[in-house]
């Protein structure tokens, strides 16, 4: 199963081992992580799972859809070529070793 | 003043579980007890009427926190646990087995309850309502045996959750139809034009739309639900009854402590009830608005925001909850998001395409934007959002027109707000 490095806000970084298909935003809740907040409980509606992935692993994941490209034009720090919603990236193998990082603020 | 003086929560929902999070995250470091009545950790409300009622799934799939997280917060949790009395004097909560909790500073988070309907057959069984869990894997039974035996779900109710149901019902096979008493649907929150387009979406998925349908009785057979019978006379055959007519706060030991409670535990926009070493969050509060008036919202938002606001005024701090409320709703393919309150307005415009739908409303009041709902429309939702967070509005006109850049007000005043810096 694929491990995970989350970076909180304040620095501390937290590796989780994710099961297949589970989300990254389920995951960090799950573990109680600061900076998420995940107030939609996954359903693309709300924007306060943002994420910032760290190079390389941009390119290797799924393009985001339509409605999370959208979503993410207002997150409510500041938004970079690496921003995500944590809610639509699922865990699977090729991605062991991925890190993100949580913006200082969700909402 | 002992600053680690324990602490109670009453109430393990949503804005429960986000008190007991930021007052750990404040620092406070003394006993901190949490109390549910139900079996379960905190968990999560919205799919119970959505995802989660058509697809099923674990409980544990709904839990807000992992396991884990109380045990490393240090909170303990209390499930099957009813408080029956707080005892401001000796600051004391009394439990329904007879045991009695010392708090020193005490958080509410009661939530609401689901109205009854006042007919007769009101309690027949196959009458649902939906509140928690065990509400949505009953009606979750209920609907699939419906789809199995081809008998009808009727749905009391053209809100939210009435909608939602019909919306699961119809994914899962069931034939149903939506009773409601006023002449659209979710005449509350949204103007005529907002209402319609969920008619028309609810049609085109073999929903069977009622309205001005006063219920007067439901009907049984052997003491199961048979039908509902409407005030025309008209009787609707039924397999089982969701009842989505909105909630009541649940303020009954606010009350019954003498706290001061007007539909709803009333408090100020840090959170803080008419007794200092109290504080309240979510549903079961009534929020006095500078305004004076009482806003009384249902939303995982609203339970977050004053469960944070709650914390901070347990630990003698005022963080103001003023954002401007937001709300979601899932229907068939249509995403409805929601920002601001539209209460008094007097104009409405949209802004793209009606027939898809795929638009949004805009709620003026003397030509000030109050709110918008969007239909398959994130980024006017997103953008709406931040444009009533910072008190901006664009004119009915702008918002009408789709080559006008909301942004371009945020904009605006960013540049102003620097030149203004330097």
Same mark, same amino acid.
């Given at each position: ?18 099961? *297949? ?32 992935? @760290? ?9 985001? *859809? ?15 070529? *690496?921003?995500?919603? *944590? ?18 603020? @969700?909402? | ?12 929902? +949503? ?150 149901? %019909? ?32 008619? !028309?979406? /609810? !049609? ?16 049984? /057979? ?28 649940? #303020? ?10 007007? !539909?709803?535990?009333?408090?100020? #926009? ?12 979510? #549903? ?32 003698? +701090? ?70 009533? #967070? ?8 702008? %918002? ?11 904009? %605006? ?10």
């Amino acid at each position: 199963m694929p491990k995970v490095t989350f970076i909180e806000p304040g620095g501390r970084a937290v590796t989780l081992e994710l099961k *297949s298909g589970q989300t990254l935003m389920r995951a960090a809740m799950d573990a109680g992580l600061e900076g998420i907040e995940a107030q939609c409980g996954g359903n693309c509606s709300c924007a306060t799972c943002h994420c910032y992935v @760290q190079a390389p692993w941009l390119d290797k994941l799924r393009a985001p *859809s339509d409605d999370e490209r959208l979503m993410l034009l207002n997150v409510a720090a500041e938004r970079l070529p *690496s921003s995500r919603l *944590s809610c639509q990236l699922r865990a699977e193998a090729t991605l062991d070793g991925l890190t993100v990082q949580f913006p200082d603020r @969700q909402s | 003043m002992d600053p680690n003086a324990p602490i109670v929560i009453v109430g393990a929902g +949503q804005a429960g579980l986000q008190m007991a999070e930021s007052l750990r995250h404040e620092g406070f470091a003394g006993s901190l007890t949490l109390c549910g009545e139900e079996p379960h950790a905190p968990y999560q409300r919205p799919p119970l009427s959505k995802k989660w009622l058509i697809e099923g799934g674990s409980t544990a799939s709904l839990a807000l926190k992992g396991p884990a997280v109380l045990e490393r917060l240090k909170v303990t949790l209390r499930t099957d646990t009813r408080v029956s009395a707080i005892d401001r004097q000796h600051r004391e909560v009394e439990l329904a087995d007879g045991t009695r909790l010392p708090y020193d500073r005490l958080g509410l988070a009661t939530g609401s309850l689901p109205r009854t309907l006042p007919v007769p057959g009101a309690s027949l069984t196959g009458v649902l309502s939906l509140r928690g869990i065990a509400d949505s894997l009953a009606i979750g039974a209920a609907v699939r045996r419906c789809a199995t035996e081809r008998r009808p779900v009727v749905v009391v109710g053209g809100g939210f959750i009435g909608l939602e149901v %019909a919306a699961a019902a119809r994914k899962l096979g069931a034939e149903a139809t939506v009773l409601e008493g006023l002449p659209r649907l979710m005449s509350r929150v949204t103007a005529p034009v907002v209402s319609e387009s969920f008619a !028309r979406l /609810h !049609r085109a998925h073999g929903v069977e739309l009622v309205f001005g349908a006063q219920v007067v009785e439901i009907v049984g /057979h052997e003491g199961l639900v048979s039908a509902v019978r409407t005030r025309d006379g008209r009787e609707y055959p039924a397999g089982c009854v969701v009842v989505g007519i909105g909630v009541d706060p649940d #303020d009954l030991l606010a009350r019954a402590a003498g706290l001061l409670c007007e !539909r709803g535990v009333v408090v100020d #926009d840090c959170s803080r009830t008419s007794d200092p070493s109290i504080a309240a969050a979510g #549903d079961c509060t009534a929020r006095r608005a500078a305004d004076g008036e009482l806003v009384r919202l249902e939303s995982v938002q609203n339970a977050i925001e004053q469960g944070k606001s709650a914390a901070a005024a347990l630990m003698g +701090q005022s963080r103001h909850f003023v954002a401007a409320p937001w709300f979601w709703s899932d229907q068939f393919d249509v995403k409805l998001q929601m920002v601001g309150l539209s209460r008094g307005y007097d104009q409405v415009v949209t802004r793209g395409d009606l027939d898809k739908p795929a638009y949004s409303a805009f709620y003026f009041r003397a030509a000030r934007l109050l709110a918008v709902d969007s239909l398959n429309r994130i980024p006017d939702h997103m953008q709406a959002k931040r444009l009533l #967070d910072h008190g901006l509005s664009p004119t009915p006109e702008q %918002a009408a027109d789709p080559r006008f850049e909301l942004t371009s007000l945020l904009k %605006a005043r960013e540049a102003t707000s620097t030149a203004g810096g330097a």
